[in-house]
């Protein structure tokens, strides 16, 4: 206490003696955290010795403090970093900052949000103080593009990551130590080195960016439990102001990010979720064909000549097999193409994600493991050869294209049959309390004194969300480690209740998502760029700068090339298409210019409508009955329309794939019925 005192009393005399010193005032504000640390322990006499001199340092601080240069203007900095004006949403963003606001920045991909932290780092050279912009970002790539972009600005960045050449670390912290580096790069898992956290407790931290913010929010595919620590890094930092940045936040989300980093009376910050150099074509395939029609429309895309350029080109594939297959069928064409999926040996991965980067591939066919963090500014097509497993996913990779403001082109080919992957997705994913009792035991057996180190990159996405049950149910107490090692402390117990709730809460979220992208994909009669707004809770309509979208400007050339592509299947010769990259062949001449065989009012999202075929009785019966049954007491069409049921019948779906694909037939009816009706239909094989 005395000691607190005394410490006080020289810093009070130093700072009034030369309050433009820098070195007074940081010595100032120790004082003041000590008083601060030590209040908690203090009794009533103890605070009422220590309030009076606390509170006239504090006074005498701000009054030095009030004297010294204002922060800059926001204009003063973006010029400074060499940029004629700002975009929507950054200045309200770099002000929040520069006034020590939390904040929340929500932009679509490629708005700019870099910026927003990067300009009140070159605020930091008037306060004395020095505060430091520590950046936390989930990926290396991303984190070593941005420093080197910041090598030619005039802002001092370091960055921190394993696998960086020998000394390059060290030499980091030294900048950081020192008081150079303005800012610092860094992965989640660095808090876990002692050095780093030593070196970070000698400067005062100004500002906290958590970048792809929405990696703290669980169920996410990005989801990173190394993010759920970072709250308490901030709270050992001495919980400067935070700024969260995401591309991706639907309200809920936002919510979650905010309380899962703690954030305090938060700035909200979106420029909207508008793209106006973007355009949608949603292109509806079913049925007959499907599969021609989507190589059709997706050649055609790729193959424009007329209009904007078309390529370099992204194209999005559900699974590693397609993305070979449909790697194969663009490379067919003469167009240089690489594949990049998260089975490829990490070499051969590099050298693709380089290859496009740098030019010499135009077309990258992907999974989702392609993009977090992609900053190629010139992409002009967004492909998606199957229906992405959620609104959300789909407009982020979407918004890979077109981040230079130019025109680009998102084009979705959907169909049912996705439908019935992304159903599986679901239900695989979906996992019991005693899923997670076995999990925990898993792990269990690994363990070294109850804990167990989990490499980077090791859990899949069931393991991910079963530790993340885990921990929510008191299993499991997750902490970063070294070299983004997970360390994982079992505690023995686990809360069946909350993993219970918890495991609904995943459900739930998952059907939720499902259920956006089927609407999404249904409906064909509203404008796609409006349907995103809305997801998105933007109220602002948009305002494209050249074509919309499918609903509001559809692209009779792309309608061509469907139909030609369909024409083709229902000649023998499109039959006879082998898999990979000679079924391009087979559709040579006829994309490109569309085919006069076929009226150009066929509509791509016209599904054909058959005369319907007479069913056989006996088992359209024996379906009523089976209906009935499943009613439960309420009207039998609750469960399925009649015409569903003959549909059924004429069908024959054998799988819950098969059974998505039937109009009518959704995914609740898969959840509740499907594998009992699979049944019937098995016992009626004969009829
Ligand atoms: N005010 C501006 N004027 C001109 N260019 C800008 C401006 N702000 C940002 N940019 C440029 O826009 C591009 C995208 O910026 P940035 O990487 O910050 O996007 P982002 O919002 O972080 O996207 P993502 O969600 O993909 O990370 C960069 O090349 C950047 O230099
Ligand atoms: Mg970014
Ligand atoms: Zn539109």
């Known amino acids: 206490m005395q000691e607190i005192l005394e410490t006080i009393e020289v810093a009070q005399r130093e700072l009034a003696q030369s309050p433009e010193d820098r070195l007074a005032s940081a010595r100032a504000r120790g004082a003041l955290s000590r008083a601060r640390e030590a209040w908690g322990t203090l009794g009533p006499e103890g605070r009422a010795r220590l309030s009076g001199p606390a509170g006239e340092l ?248 007329a209009g904007p350029p078309a390529r370099p080109a992204i194209v999005y594939c559900g699974t590693r097999k397609d993305t070979e297959e449909v790697a194969g069928l663009i490379a067919g064409r003469g167009i240089a193409t690489v594949a990049y999926h998260a089975g490829l040996p990490p070499r051969e991965r590099r050298a693709a994600q380089e290859a496009f980067m740098g030019g010499e591939a135009e077309v990258v066919v992907a999974t989702n493991a392609f993009g977090m963090g992609v900053d190629k500014a010139d992409v002009r097509t967004v492909a998606h050869w199957a229906v992405p497993t959620s609104l959300e996913g789909y407009y982020q990779e979407a918004g890979r294209g077109g981040r230079d403001g130019e025109p680009a082109r998102a084009l979705l080919l959907a169909s049912r049959m996705d439908l019935g992957r992304l159903i599986r997705f679901n239900t695989e994913r979906q996992s019991s309390v005693e899923d997670v009792r076995a999990y925990t035991a898993r792990l269990a057996r690994r363990a070294r004194e109850g804990v167990v180190e989990i490499a980077p990159g090791e859990l899949d996405d069931t393991e991910r969300v079963l530790l993340s049950i885990a921990e929510r149910a008191g299993a499991a107490e997750l902490e970063p480690g070294a070299r983004g090692v997970l360390r994982v402390r079992l505690t023995g117990h686990l809360d069946g209740g909350a993993a219970y709730g918890a495991i609904k809460a995943a459900k739930d979220r998952g059907w939720e998502s499902y259920r956006a992208i089927e609407r999404f994909i249904a409906n064909g009669s509203e404008c796609r760029r409006g349907q995103i707004l809305e997801h998105f809770g933007d109220s602002q309509r948009g305002t494209p700068r050249g074509r919309c979208c499918s609903v509001c400007d559809p692209d009779p050339e792309l309608e061509r090339a469907l139909a030609a592509g369909a024409a083709k299947v229902a000649s023998p010769r499109g039959k006879r298409g082998s898999p990979g990259g000679a079924r391009g062949s087979a559709l040579n001449g006829s994309t490109h210019h569309g085919s006069a065989t076929l009226p150009v009012s066929v509509s791509p999202t016209d599904s054909v409508v058959a005369p319907a075929e007479p069913v056989d009785e006996g088992a359209y019966e024996q379906l009523r009955e089976w209906r009935l049954g499943r009613a439960e007491g309420k009207p039998a069409f609750t469960v399925a329309a009649n015409t569903v049921l003959e549909e059924i019948l004429r069908t024959r779906p054998a799988s819950l794939d098969a059974l998505i694909e039937i109009r009518g037939i959704g995914p609740a009816f898969c959840e509740k019925h499907g594998e009992s009706l699979l049944e019937v239909l098995a016992g009626l094989a004969g009829l």
């Open 58 to 305: 504090r006074g005498l601080l701000d009054s030095v403090a009030e004297h010294r240069d204002p922060p800059p203007a926001p204009e003063e900095l973006l010029e400074r970093f060499g940029l004629p004006s700002f975009r929507p949403g950054q200045r309200e963003a770099v002000t929040a900052a520069l006034e020590g606001r939390d904040t929340l920045v929500v932009m679509p991909t490629g708005a700019g949000k870099s910026l927003c932290y990067q300009l009140p780092a070159l605020a930091t050279d008037r306060d004395p103080d020095r505060p430091l912009v520590v950046v936390v970002s989930p990926l290396i790539a991303l984190m070593s593009d941005q420093w080197q972009r910041l090598q030619e600005t005039e802002v001092r960045a370091v960055m921190l990551a394993s696998g960086m050449a020998e000394g390059h670390n060290g030499r980091a912290l030294m900048d950081i130590e020192s008081g150079w580096a303005q800012l610092v790069l860094a992965a989640p898992e660095r808090f876990g080195s002692r050095a780093f956290r030593e070196v970070l407790g000698t400067r005062k931290v100004g500002l906290f960016v958590v970048d792809e913010a929405h990696c703290v929010a669980e169920w996410g595919h990005d989801f990173r439990p190394d993010y759920l620590r970072l709250q308490g890094a901030i709270a050992t930092l001495g919980r400067p102001p935070v700024m969260a940045a995401t591309a991706t936040a639907t309200p809920r989300v936002a919510r979650e990010i905010a309380a899962r980093l703690g954030l305090r009376e938060w700035v909200s910050v979106s420029s909207g979720f508008d793209r106006p150099n973007l355009a949608f074509d949603v292109v509806s395939v079913e049925g007959k064909g499907a599969v021609a029609r989507k190589r059709a429309a997706l050649l055609h895309v790729l193959e424009s000549e």
